[in-house]
């Protein structure tokens, strides 16, 4: 097989939650153009039916599969109808999540102090526990597979500190060690577990950062890349993780973030005279 050729997923059935905007509805879009026949998960049936048209027009198959994840019996209902609908599963990606949001579906900043125990179930309930009922629903049909992968969505907030969304960055390096957990667990099972971590990007969610410009700015002092992120610049990572270009990958986190994680860096003209560690 070529190297490019094993960055396709021809065939693959794939199920991606949090696939109505953002970097769920992106993700969806590349598996189908890699080749993936993609089962559909959010909330807004109306915009899951509008991906499901553009990713037929590609020759793949979609489902569109309408649910709310916070509920305890939504998972095994969707894991359920992509499997009996896709002929099976070869590719798990949970993507929906976020910090704790408005009932618009934007970000909210709260200092913790100020945190109830429900504002902390809000984000563990959609982005750790969701994804332990998925992979639970989905481990029968992945174990049937012999390109089984499963992609977590966590996020820079488990490596570094976000005063204001404690509870997000808690919770999503909470799925990095589930992610490894997994990874060994099911490694004999031939199933490979990965995560991503995307640094800022532009969507839905972040709208009050990125929205805001002296703030949208003030964001970008710790990226290198001194820009924005678009979903376009985490779907790669996501593509290639559930590719076989990826077999040997597992228990792993990739972080498409424009360097943020790589901070703090040395000064750019390098180290002074006196620095001691010279
Ligand atoms: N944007 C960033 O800067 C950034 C950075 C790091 C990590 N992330 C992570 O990337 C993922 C996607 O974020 P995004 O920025 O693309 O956010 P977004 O545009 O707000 O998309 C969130 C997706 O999750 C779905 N969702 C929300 N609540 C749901 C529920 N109760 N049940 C089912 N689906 C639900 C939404 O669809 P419906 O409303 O239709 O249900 C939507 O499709 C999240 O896990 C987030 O933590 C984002």
């Not at 916070?70 to 009996?84: I, K, L, N, Q």
């Not at 481990?139 to 997000?168: I, K, Q, T």
């Not at 990007?201 to 805001?212: A, E």
Request: charged content about 20%.
């Amino acid at each position: 097989m070529s190297i490019l050729a094993t960055f396709r997923l021809d065939g693959a059935r794939a199920l991606v939650t949090g696939a109505s905007r953002g970097i769920g509805r992106a993700t969806a879009l590349a598996l189908a153009e890699a080749g993936a026949h993609v089962g559909l998960s959010a909330r807004d049936e109306e915009a899951l039916t509008g991906l499901a048209r553009e990713i037929t027009a590609l020759g793949r198959e979609a489902v569109v599969l309408p649910d709310d994840l916070r509920d305890p019996e939504a998972a095994a209902r969707v894991v359920d109808a992509a499997t009996s609908a896709l002929g099976g599963l070869d590719l798990l990606v949970h993507n929906a999540g976020g910090p704790q949001t408005d009932a618009e579906g934007h970000m909210v900043l709260r200092p913790v102090v100020e945190t109830s125990d429900d504002d902390w179930r809000q984000v563990i309930d959609l982005n750790l526990l969701a994804a332990v009922r998925l992979c639970r629903a989905a481990h029968p049909y992945l174990r049937e597979s012999d390109r089984a992968s499963v992609l977590l969505m966590s996020s820079v907030a488990a490596l570094v500190a976000v005063p204001g969304m404690e509870s997000y960055g808690a919770v999503k390096n909470g799925l990095l060690s589930y992610v490894r957990s997994l990874a060994v667990a099911w490694a004999e099972d031939g199933i490979r577990v990965n995560a991503v971590c995307p640094g800022w990007v532009r969507t839905w969610l972040t709208q009050p950062l990125h929205g805001n410009a002296p703030v949208a700015q003030a964001a970008l002092a710790n990226v290198p890349m001194r820009r924005w992120g678009v979903p376009e610049d985490v779907v790669g990572p996501c593509v290639f993780l559930c590719s076989p270009a990826a077999s040997f990958v597992t228990g792993q986190y990739l972080a498409p973030d424009g360097g943020m994680t790589a901070y703090p860096a040395m000064p750019r003209s390098g180290p002074s005279e006196e620095d001691p560690r010279d």
